[in-house]
């Protein structure tokens, strides 16, 4: 029976885990990896402390933060259902099950699918859904970028870099985003726009040869050699039982990230708080550990 279960390790969780070890709380994060959204992102220029990192360097000092306390981690590890009975929480995953006193869920976001004809035929085959992942794999191509968000935009600028020629396929009338990254992208030779367009399907052989776009009722086809589908994202809240969630499946929170069911907790990107940043996820996860360990000192369990 551990005081808490974590479940995320992406900023959120990282930091409730540090600021529960550091109260003394017997507890144990679950996770698929490590770093969560910030392991994907490419260059991040407004995170206190650091003028400029990389989303990977950013998400190994979470790591090495995380791994100077005796914490409980369970990685590799996929949650299929958390729900409360009488006094104990259960949390069951795809290897083992797990009862807490108080859970917090910082679960995260996952990226939208297109849900074109060809995409899952050619997922991790040209198509993917992290630039900073896999973009230097595409050295010298023509590659596509699917989006008009700060997410589409980062992913571009990445691969200015990398790419012989990045299309982007963005389906309202103007680019979104911050609007420092559109003049840099705008000011790039090797970067083509495509407004009102909507990606019909995706090609290819063995591997991704192409993708079908839609614009102004005209089809036509683009030859690349990747994808990058950047449209956004959904919450990982499928897994929870009795949680009440808002009309997009973020769990609803009170600013003292109690959930409405008492001892469920929540933070970061998968809660209906506004805003989606490293930085506050990382605050939400600070929050939402020291309500935890205030409601521990004062229920009886």
């Known amino acids: 029976?551990?005081?808490?279960?974590?479940?995320g390790a992406g900023p959120a969780g990282i930091t409730a885990s540090v600021y529960a070890a550091r109260k003394r709380m017997n507890l144990v994060v679950i996770t698929g990896d490590i770093g969560g959204q910030a392991a994907w992102s490419g260059?991040?220029?407004?995170?206190?402390?650091?003028?400029?990192?990389t989303g990977p360097e950013l998400a190994a000092k979470f790591e090495e933060h995380m791994r100077k306390f005796d914490i409980a981690l369970k990685?590799?590890?996929?949650?299929?259902?958390?729900?409360?009975?009488?006094?104990?929480?259960?949390?069951?995953t795809d290897k083992a099950s797990y009862e807490a006193k108080t859970a917090i869920i910082a679960s995260g976001k996952r990226s939208k699918e297109l849900n074109v004809p060809g995409e899952k035929e050619f997922k991790n085959k040209g198509l993917t859904y992290c630039a900073t992942c896999d973009a230097p794999l595409f050295s010298g191509k023509d590659v596509a970028v699917?989006?008009?968000?700060?997410?589409?935009?980062?992913?571009v600028l990445q691969l200015t870099k990398i790419a012989k020629r990045v299309y982007v396929i963005n389906i309202t009338s103007t680019l979104g985003g911050d609007a420092i990254m559109r003049e840099k992208i705008n000011e790039s030779k090797n970067v083509q726009v495509f407004n009102n367009a909507q990606v019909t399907a995706v090609l290819g052989d063995k591997m991704v040869n192409g993708i079908k776009i839609k614009t102004n009722n005209n089809e036509e086809q683009l030859n690349v050699g990747g994808i990058f589908v950047e449209i956004g994202l959904v919450p990982n809240s499928g897994f929870l039982k009795g949680i009440e969630l808002?009309?997009?499946?973020?769990?609803?929170v009170?600013?003292?990230?109690?959930?409405?069911i008492p001892g469920i907790f929540a933070a970061g990107d998968v809660t209906d708080v506004p805003e989606k940043q490293i930085i506050?996820?990382?605050?939400?996860?600070?929050?939402?550990a020291l309500s935890v360990f205030r409601y521990l000192a004062s229920h009886k369990l």
Do not use: H
């Not at 029976?1 to 479940?7: A, C, N, P, T, V």
């Open 1 to 7: 029976m551990y005081d808490l279960i974590i479940i």
């Open 146 to 155: 699917i989006g008009g968000g700060n997410s589409a935009l980062d992913a």
């Open 254 to 260: 009170n600013c003292r990230n109690e959930t409405n």
């Open 75 to 92: 990685e590799n590890e996929a949650v299929t259902e958390l729900e409360k009975i009488g006094d104990k929480i259960l949390v069951k």
């Open 280 to 288: 506050i996820a990382a605050g939400e996860g600070s929050k939402a």
């Open 43 to 53: 260059d991040i220029e407004n995170y206190t402390g650091y003028q400029f990192i």
């Open 246 to 252: 808002n009309e997009y499946g973020e769990v609803k």
